[in-house]
């Protein structure tokens, strides 16, 4: 099975690529559009900020090539939040995969960003076939995806917000799944599986 990684300047990408070679796949990194039409399966993780990620997309084409793609493709984290429509970081036009607006936490006396160990819960997508309601996953972020009807799981930090989405064959998690445990290799091993 290939299994392309998009290249983009915003990523964790060796994470992501070891946590996928435990499970016994020798995934490749590319920002070439042939190539990732080719893959079987995509994989869009991200750290970093919003803005600078998106003009990187456009200057490569790659913003109209991920929304065109048909075969299964997973965000992770940053690339959960450019498959909504608009971040309020930098205020930022991202792909509109999810017609959904990602938001900054407001400040009510936690800490932002929320970065550790959180519940996620209401699993509704085959990403979490498996897993137990409330299980744990590692989170590291600023900016939230509001809740909305391609919400896949939940998770509450201030309030509650998508901890996943899934819309037709693209799938999005905010949460790191290369360093989740045993829950998160679990959700990349279904993602396989799709």
Not at 60 to 68: A, Q, R, W
Not at 165 to 170: A, E, G, Y
């Amino acid at each position: 099975m290939d299994i392309a990684i998009v290249k983009y300047n915003a990523g964790n990408i060796q994470s992501v690529k070891y946590a996928l070679n435990r499970l016994g796949c020798e995934p490749f990194v590319t920002d070439d559009p042939e190539l990732l039409h080719k893959a079987d399966k995509v994989i869009f993780p991200g750290v970093g900020e919003a803005s600078t990620a998106m003009q990187y997309l456009k200057n490569h084409k790659l913003d109209v090539v991920l929304k065109s793609l048909k075969q299964p493709v997973l965000g992770i984290c940053l690339g959960l939040q450019l498959m909504c429509k608009h971040s309020e970081e930098n205020n930022t036009d991202c792909l509109g995969i999810f017609d959904i607006l990602v938001k900054r936490f407001p400040n009510v006396g936690l800490k932002v960003p929320q970065m550790g160990w959180n519940s996620v819960y209401d699993l509704k997508s085959p990403l979490f076939e498996g897993i137990k309601e409330n299980s744990y996953m590692y989170f590291v972020h600023s900016y939230y995806a509001e809740l909305s009807e391609h919400t896949a799981a939940k998770c509450n930090y201030a309030s509650e917000f998508s901890a996943s989405l899934h819309k037709d064959n693209f799938y999005a998690v905010q949460f790191h799944t290369e360093k989740s445990a045993d829950a998160g290799e679990k959700l990349l091993d279904n993602f396989l599986k799709i």
